[in-house]
């Protein structure tokens, strides 16, 4: 018998408008996340965790960095058929449009994922997520359940709802309504779920939930060529609500620690969650490992600082400072007397030289990282960036203000100093 296969697909995104400027010059699956890791690791992680490692990432805008990390980060045996591969949009003979949506993106690609047979199964999955999940049980119950469709769900109370595509379900977790990111909130109350996923959860108390699609599918392959076999571009707008009463859809209910990524607001508290003691989500389970590039740093250096809530990756350089509930990314430097509080700082691509360092005295450049005597709070410090001494960076009280040509930027209460920007000597920023 022909083996089935399990194909995985995670969606890149578009330009990533949500979370720019962090997208200014990357696409949104390689953004940085918790100081050694990108936001595409983890579906990828939680794909292969779960025994799948036929891969494939679909994107189109700057996709550099992405490809770097992936060809340095997966390696797989020969003979096991493993593979992360990256599909960014291309011109054919029969297409020659960017991917148009979601849907769009599949359908463009179909001839690359070789999933002809009717028993193959297809796992869509998005790029920008921050959770821990046994695909294969979802794919288990899919199986159980006789299912042409299953959406993995998150169970939300109503409050938390909005701008999400809901469903309503019947004891059997069967799919009979399907209402795209409501706004309304008597819509969002019809929605409401009985005892029977009630039951699937770990402490549903007396509260109200809805059930939240996490944009994570699992299709038979039949049923996603017929539904590509049209001019529909996005899943959750069009393919979800078109197949209901056509093909028998059913959800997966998964209460656990979720997080969307797709806002900078979201992006730095979800990073300076992670320094808590005992964080929701658990970098440490050696059980089911979060993967990324094998980096050959050395050790972090630390002299006379202070830590409070706080991590670090390798290969830091750390001297008389404070830091308070931070994030410290591969290779960052911070020099005496700097204070930083709720800071996520993505470190630096490499460690300068000494002899790289007195040229940029000479040329009244910052070295790489945080100078002397700075003060900084609420704030994300992208790749490379060079902060000179006696810097304020604080955007308490002040308006947004970020665009293409804003290289120190303010959005979502976040202050961004953008990847490679200098900041010079006693710069000052805060109301």
Not at 50 to 57: A, H, L, P, R, T
Not at 125 to 140: C, E, I, K, P, W
Not at 269 to 274: A, D, G, P, Q, V
Not at 355 to 381: H, Q, S, W, Y
Request: charged letters at 25%; proline letters at 4%.
């Amino acid at each position: 018998m022909k083996k089935r296969k399990v194909i995985c697909i995670i969606m890149g995104g578009g330009r990533g408008s949500r979370l720019s400027p962090l997208t200014k010059e990357r696409c949104k699956p390689a953004v940085p996340l918790a100081g050694k890791y990108r936001l595409v690791d983890i579906p990828i992680s939680n794909c292969l965790n779960s025994g799948y490692n036929q891969i494939f990432v679909l994107t189109q805008f700057h996709t550099a960095s992405l490809h770097r990390h992936i060809q340095e980060s997966y390696k797989f045996d020969p003979f096991g058929g493993g593979f992360v591969d990256i599909l960014s949009a291309e011109q054919t003979d029969r297409d020659d449009n960017w991917y148009q949506g979601t849907a769009d993106a599949v359908r463009q690609n179909m001839h690359h994922f070789h999933g002809g047979g009717e028993d193959d199964l297809y796992i869509i999955l998005s790029g920008d997520q921050l959770y821990r999940m046994d695909l294969h049980d979802v794919v288990r119950e899919h199986d159980a359940s006789g299912a042409d469709v299953t959406i993995t769900a998150k169970p939300l109370g109503l409050d938390q709802a909005e701008g999400l595509g809901l469903m309503r379900v019947d004891d059997n977790l069967e799919i009979n309504e399907f209402v795209e990111k409501p706004t309304d909130p008597e819509i969002i109350k019809g929605l409401a779920v009985g005892d029977s996923v009630k039951k699937k959860m770990k402490d549903p108390g007396d509260r109200d939930y809805c059930l939240a699609s996490m944009g994570i599918y699992v299709f038979n392959a039949k049923t996603l060529n017929q539904a590509l076999d049209s001019d529909t571009t996005d899943f959750g707008k069009e393919i979800i609500p078109g197949l209901l009463g056509k093909s028998k859809m059913c959800s997966y209910v998964f209460d656990d620690y979720w997080e969307d990524i797709g806002t900078v607001k979201a992006f730095f508290e979800c990073n300076l969650s992670l320094t808590n003691p005992v964080p929701e989500f658990d970098f440490f389970n050696e059980d089911e490992i979060i993967y990324t590039h094998a980096r050959f740093l050395p050790a972090s250096k630390l002299n006379k600082c202070s830590f409070e809530s706080s991590m670090m990756a390798n290969g830091c350089m750390l001297d008389s400072a404070e830091f308070r509930r931070c994030s410290l990314g591969v290779r960052s430097r911070v020099k005496q007397g700097t204070k930083m509080e709720n800071v996520v700082m993505m470190g630096s691509d490499r460690i300068e030289r000494l002899f790289e360092m007195d040229e940029n005295l000479e040329k009244g450049r910052p070295d790489v990282g945080v100078g002397e005597n700075c003060t900084i709070k609420n704030a994300i410090l992208d790749k490379n960036v060079r902060i000179g001494n006696n810097v304020v960076l604080d955007p308490t009280g002040l308006a947004d203000n970020y665009g293409p040509d804003v290289d120190v930027a303010i959005r979502d209460g976040v202050l961004i100093v953008c990847k490679n920007t200098t900041v010079p000597d006693g710069f000052v920023l805060k109301a």
